[in-house]
Nanobody, 118 residues
Framework: QVQLVESGGGLVQAGGSLRLSCAASGSIFRFNTMGWYRQAPGKQRELVAAITSGSSANYEDSVKSRFTISKDSAKNTVYLQMNGMKPEDTAVYYC????????????WGQGTQVTVSS
């Protein structure tokens, strides 16, 4: 089993920055993918960014120039650095984990609220 705990959410002003962290514990597979989904009220959950154990990263188009995903393999922790934030980034952000190179995550965190004021 893998447990995920997110942190770093909160309220920021438009144009500001925020960094999310996701710490994984348990039976971490050597080859894996971790990333972030987000869900805003009335919207479908969407993949924001993901990174593999080989450090191959992918981003949703609207955040690619503003967000950066990274990881610390020794800590089993993934980060999402969010710059130039916009009100439309407001959502609950969920960290996910899956073995291999899959985006259909098998383990999920509880979510952390991110609110961007205009």
């Amino acid at each position: 089993q893998v447990q995920l705990v997110e942190s770093g959410g909160g309220l920021v002003q438009a144009g500001g920055s925020l960094r999310l962290s996701c710490a994984a514990s348990g039976s971490i597979f050597r080859f894996n993918t971790m990333g972030w989904y987000r869900q805003a009220p009335g919207k479908q959950r969407e993949l924001v960014a993901a990174i593999t154990s080989g450090s191959s990263a992918n981003y949703e188009d609207s955040v690619k120039s503003r967000f950066t995903i990274s990881k610390d393999s020794a800590k089993n922790t993934v980060y999402l650095q969010m710059n130039g934030m916009k009100p439309e980034d407001t959502a609950v952000y969920y960290c996910g984990y899956s073995p291999g190179t899959r985006y259909d995550f098998q383990s999920w965190g509880q979510g952390t609220q991110v609110t961007v004021s205009s």
